[in-house]
């Protein structure tokens, strides 16, 4: 396998000058008609020099570039088709692209950019389409897209974003649609789409939206076709699509337990409603669209009764298709509703006692005596808006749970009162609120039994109280609970009793308390036997039991921030689908042999930063394979590593910030280094001459006995001397499986 140097293509580019024939780079196939070049998979580390100047495709897929410098392509004016995909790129750096002015097509897909820089895309004046799916993106500074002013279509799909700032997209003036499919974003700022006056699609479906993002959505004056499916909303307000040119709406596999007849009151144009799959049990019609077409209510749990009437009725007047069947009752169980007719949906005793009767069911007995009647009334200093289903007294001085909320309220914010302690039962008639915020509530005590009655709570905020243990029955009568926040309060032991009581509880948040041990009597599997999220940073945990989590379930542990001085493998065994473990900030000095082996098929990411470690035992990380994709032991004090080639899976390793010796027995790390495709962060401490040098381009190596291979070569090891020995390193082949993991 020939590598390239330098000094060979300058020869090559002299040479060209004098002879006629085009220039074709060594390990690249030219066609000289078509104009294009192509050198994919050829494992090059840099852009190849010698691309003759008037190529208008480069095909660089498959290689291993890590950066792609300033001015990277100034040789190849006339590219229009530029692709770059899996080519292992980290970082573009600020006019990367600076004089590509004729570009229309640039595929940057599958690569680990995280950051896109100010100036990133600089230069790029003619781009119709840019491929930035499958990356890391986390980031977006300003003026990213300000170049980009013909850009039709921009893919940012399977990325890291959390949150669009402000004016993110400015720039794009002739901008047609917009991906931001497979993200976590859960908040878009008001002006996060300004200046995209032109765009028609935008896909924002996986990910972590709880809101429809109303103000966000006006400021798009031309969207058609929007597309929120699989995000975690549970309910639409009135008004809450506010787009005037909208005729597609995908809001399906969503959470939606209700909405508002006139949630779309503001987009007169809307013929495609997608509301499939989500907890719809009756829908009332649609104000606005008056040219609604199809209304999807598929794998929705309706309820075909007497209160399904009218929009049966609203449907058939105006031609509008329902797919989707009835889940109940019994006899009409299965039945599409297109075929039901008008007649079929009857109440036994009339609409008012079925109200009643569905109070009353989902509610127990508790307000079988307590029961309010319909009226909309709202607690006195409360806000209860009845079409959202939102009730608030939030930071009114309350020192006792007020009641008589609207029955149908599903989020319930009762954060920053004064309650001190809840007593039994001090939610009646709260049967079908999903979301109950109680954080910031100086709560020290809650009685057994305190929210028996809310069947269909999934989240429950208690963060940022003053409770120092959990009363067993404390959360009884919540079959639904999944998020549990109980962060930021005073809680000395793992609440396992209480928790035995929620068996779909998923996501436990326990950060900034008081546990200093875990016990086997907090026993997990049999406490939680659904979790899978479990965070405890930040607690005083210096000890865990054998047995203390096992769980089948658990992927998610971080015990980053306590007193931990050894890493607890024992305990450790028996969680068979463990994927991700912080174990950053504990006093762990030493890694003993086979810390991970119990771990080794299930563990993906491993976070040891600053922990004061001083040495690995050579077989610390045994075990560990191509599953490991992330290891960070950043701020540590050690010298040398073990042997990191088995983790061939490896996509981010931070090494940073160790006095790391880079003398001979550093050799084997340094070639695993040359090997892998990764930006492998690590500087050289010691010897003092190469302090601050990256041990990826210190020439320390050379005198080692192994290194010096090749007798034309004096440089690095980076040369083909050195790697044809090395065995080369597997083609970064992960195919796309890696869709995040979603709210039920
Ligand atoms: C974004 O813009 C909105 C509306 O102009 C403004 O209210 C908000 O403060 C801005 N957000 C940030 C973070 O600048
Ligand atoms: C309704 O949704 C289902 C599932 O989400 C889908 O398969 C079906 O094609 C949709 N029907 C229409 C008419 O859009
Ligand atoms: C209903 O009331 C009975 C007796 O008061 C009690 O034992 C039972 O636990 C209650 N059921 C629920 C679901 O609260
Ligand atoms: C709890 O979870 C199980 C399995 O995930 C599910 O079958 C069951 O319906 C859930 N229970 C409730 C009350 O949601
Ligand atoms: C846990 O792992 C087992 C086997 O590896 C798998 O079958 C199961 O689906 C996993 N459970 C979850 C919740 O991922
Ligand atoms: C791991 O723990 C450290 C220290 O608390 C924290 O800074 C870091 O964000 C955590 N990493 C992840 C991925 O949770
Ligand atoms: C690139 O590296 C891979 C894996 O090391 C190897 O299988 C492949 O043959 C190399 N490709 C070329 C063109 O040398």
Redesign the pocket.
Known sequence: ?EFFRPAVFLTILTLSSTINARKCPK?CRCDDTKRTVTCI???LTEIPLGVDEVTVKLDLKRNSFQMLPRGAFLHTPYLTHLSLQRCSVVTVKEGAFRGLGRVVYLNLAYNKIDILYQESFDGLSALKELHLDHNRIEEIRPGAFTQLGFLKMLTLAHNHLVYIPNMTFQGLQNIKWLRLSCNSLNNLAAEAFAGLFTLSRLSLDHNELQFFPTRTMTRLPEVKRLDLSYNPMTYLEEESVWMGKLTHLYLDHSSLQDLSDQAFSQAGLLSHVDLGHNQLRYLEPLSGPTKLRVLNLTGNPIRCNCRMRRLKEWATAGGVKLPGACAGPAHLSDEPLQAVTSMDLRCRGGAEALEEEEEEESNGNITATAKPKQTAKCPLDCECDTEAHHASCESRGLNKVPRGFPPRTQLLILRGNHFHFIPARSFPGTGRVVSLYLDFCKIHEIEAGAFRGMRNLVYLYLSDNDLTSLEPEALAGLPKLVYLHLEGNRLAQFPGAALSLVPNLSVLHLERNAISRLEPAGLLCSAAPSLMKLYLRSNAIGGIAKGALDSANIETLHLDSNRLTRVPSDALTDTPNLTELNLSRNPVQWLGPETFQEMSHSLQRLYMNQMGMEEMSKEALLGLGPRLKVLTVRGNQLKTLPDLSPLSGLEMIDLRDNPVVCDCDLLPLRRWME?VKLDVLATCRHPLELKGQKVMDTKGFTTCPESTTSPTETGSCRTHGCKTKI?????EGQKSSDHPVKHK
Do not use: V
């Open positions: 396998m390990p998979g050829k494992n090997r065995h080369q390193s597997e083609e």
